[in-house]
């Protein structure tokens, strides 16, 4: 069971954790603007990379904060976490 | 009376007690510190089971979990299957019997208390052997928090099956030194009988303890038989020691065959001689030392067979200046025997050809093919492993963060070593020097290591009898042989993980811990590739065999899921209600009079709010409070409709979607200020909710200056339901004007009740006036017992959920999660009234203007009417059209929807039901059918509104 640095609370139990998919997928400005299509790719299209990938996390059975964290996807570690007001990490 | 087989002295038995035990019916004696395995052996009995597919006889083959051979099950005092006779502890009052591969689980309940324990620390270390020791006392000796754990019944690992010495005194001398400065140390946990099974993520380690299994009959009631560490380190050293491999040939099962250093251990642990007559067949220069013990104790040693052409020639001439004959270049080729071995069949080897043979007469039959480090919690850490071709041997062949691995394990060959691994390991751990730098730290002397003459790998002998390796045994639990595996070889299988599949081999009670390495070695042989290439099949916990009832711990029966229960729970209990689980909510779901089913109790329940008055504990439904001067700002966003304009002490339904415009929750808002809202949920949704609620807040919109908090449980609510309920409310709150004009529907107003706060509201999941009253719940069982007093009158009737279901269906109210279920929008539950076509966006609002929603087929809630006004439609009932010859249409068979309410109505006097059917609004009035039982039931589409249409009943 892995520990995940909640960036309020510390390493945690990855039990206390809830995940919530891509990061970085801001609601759209104006929906009502959006086609059919642009709207579709809000709603349900999601990148699924092998490796580093920035998502969203919940610290559900804690603070119950959201925060972000770049993850890679084979390996499942996190190589760091940063609040959803820090601009998404540059990574190699 | 002394066993035949019990050394005159020595071992770490207790000689001064008796043990009395049965085994297969018969009773036999031994002495505390015994396993069942040394004490049968002890009674001159090998055979302990027979095999799962042959029925050959099989026996002890080893002397701790690495065994292949000695299956059992105890009977007494409580049945448990599938154990080996050489990690049972015996204990006065044990009954077992051989088990023939399979065994029979108990029919009576465990009465057995099961725990877990958690336990945070610098190094754990795992295996109290001198590699573990030295680690432990290293790590303990520079302040560190440390966990020591080992699973057998005490500390010294392979120690405790030698006469080594340290220090110029017995080894074992050492190791009680050791453990009791270990013990003096406060930072140390020190865990014997502690099996650790599983290795995980940043260095989290499960291990099971055996705190009772060893003490039988006399265990204490109040301590929990086994428990689980959860052990989260820093640093874990894996210091698990090896297993010694056996070399496969032909008839190597029988009863009497054992690994040579197993037949160490009993001897110099247990007090107990093997056999009389003994053949030792070796690949290597480990096996002399059991060889040269065993005669010292008193055993014929007939012959040591070694494969490697000149043997060892320092060990050779050791042997025979005691007598022993050394046969080098030679091989066992194969057994003679039944139910123990009696003769081996000893061959000239040479260039791997082997030569015409002799029998040697025997009663047992030592073999070594070399030691297979136990890197099984490495490998779980996804630690890669590396070949070692001189050894024949997979060793660890990374570093990993966190995970060491010392001693044996990681194959180093000698005592002194082991002790100085174990040391440095622990050192690197903890980030210290590596030179010992103060005097106190220092580890006992060892005996300078004798330089070994390189051992061969062989993994088998070839099988002279033409038999083609059938008898050749790689996996004895699974009876599993060479000639398996060639078969698999050759039907074309070349991943080691295939042929584990399809031979069985390494998937019984032992995972392989003998088999493992030997089958890697026999298919590479046989695909003619490097051992390398091959690899191991993939290591996966726990390490030995792990009980359910241990890892379910206390987390059963009531305790497996938190139970929920309201205020007036006990008031449910004492009035018979029958209750349902929501969620973790205990409900009542009705509460039945003396000779009522629920089918009757619900009638009557129902028939009561309609007419008269019912009363119903709602206080699971969710609330959650909502502050803030943005919060009608939220909930606008987040509602379909609009809850900005709702006035102040007024309430509106309201239906929350999901972006793709697919209803997630439903309830009512209070507007309890300006900025303060009380938000009601389903109360299954209540936590969801919440949750989706905070995630809009934080992650798109964190300028809302709003916050939201559950209250749920700060407040029970009790809707007073039915014609009378005006007369019941207004009796116990005097002080409130509960007339429809003073108090309409879809307000709420403030009261007290003896200085106590009261909210009421006029809220109505049943069609009929209702007054919700929301109290404290410190005061709950009060104002319930005053409601029903005042109540009496009018035959107040407690009713349960599954009548306020039967009420709300009745009036076309879905339950979302029930009547919905991901797919359905407000517009298909015939709610457009609910959505607003003001606000400019909400969540969910850009997808109902997606084509598929204006899809005139899109599946309606309707409701539903058996024609033959009997027939109640399961829920989840498929619905096809109607066909006049009553029979299903040939499939695949054309489904408009499905039943996903169904109830007998009192007001209807009929069954009814509400259903998702394609076009469903446009089908109101026809027919179609439902398929129950095999029969086509003929059922109308209605509107799903079925009991007072135009809502006259609201207002009384
Ligand atoms: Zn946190």
Known sequence: ?92 | MTSPFRTPEGGRIDRSATVEFTFDGQVLRGHPGDTLASALLANGRHQVATSVKFGRPRGIAAAWAEDPGGLVQIEEPFPEPMLLATTVELYDGLAASGLPGQGRLADVPDSARYDAVHSHVDVLVVGAGPAGLAAALTASRSGARVALVDEQSEAGGALLGTDDELDGAPAVDWVAAAVAELAATPDVLHLQRTTAFGLYDDGFVLALERRTDHLGAAAPKHVSRQRVWRIRARSVVVATGAHERPVVFADNDRPGTMLAGAARTFLHRYGVLPGREAVVFTTNDSAYDAALDLFRAGVRVQAVVDARPEGSPQRRAECEGAGIRVLSGAVVTGTQGVERVTHALVAPFLDGEVGAGSAIACDLLLVSGGWNPAVHLFSQARGRLRYDATLGAFLPGEELDGVAVAGSAAGVPDLAGCLADGQRVARAALGVPAVPSAADDRLPTAPEPVVPTAPLVLWRVPDPSGAEGSTSFVDLQRDATVADIARAVGAGLRSIEHVKRYTTIGTAHDQGKTSGVLTSGIVAELLGVPVQDTGTTTFRPPYTPVAFAALAGRDRGRLFDPERVTALHEWHVAAGAVFEDVGQWKRPRHYPRPGEDMEAAVLRECAAARTGVGILDGSTLGKIDVQGPDAAVLLDRLYTNLMSSLKVGSVRYGVMCGVDGMVIDDGTVLRLAEDRFLVLTTTGGAAKVLDWMEEWIQTEWPDLRVHCTSVTEQWCTFPVVGPRSRDVVGAVFPGVDVSNEAFPFMTWRDTTLDGVPVRLARISFSGELAYEVYVNPWYAVAVWQRLLDAGRPHGITPYGTETMHVLRAEKGYPIIGQDTDGTVTPHDLGMAWAVSKKKPDFVGKRSFARPENHNPLRKHLVGLLPVDRQTVLPEGSQIVEYRTDGRLPAPPVPMLGHVTSSYRSAELARPFALALVKGGRERIGETVHVPVDGTLVPVEVTGSVLVDPEGARRDG
């Not at chain 1, 510390?10 to 970085?24: D, I, K, L, N, T």
């Not at chain 1, 610290?59 to 609040?83: K, L, M, P, Q």
């Open chain 1, 1 to 92: 069971m892995q520990l995940i640095a909640c960036p309020w609370c510390g390493p945690r139990e990855e039990v206390e954790f809830s995940y919530g998919g891509q990061a970085h997928v801001p609601y759209p400005d104006s929906p009502a603007e959006l086609s059919d299509e642009e709207w579709a790719h809000y709603v349900f299209f999601r990148d699924n990379p092998k490796g580093r990938f920035a998502e969203r996390w919940n610290h559900s059975a804690g603070c119950r904060r959201w925060f972000n964290a770049i993850r890679d996807t084979a390996t499942y570690r996190f190589e760091r976490v940063y609040r959803l007001d820090d601009p998404k990490p540059v990574t190699p």
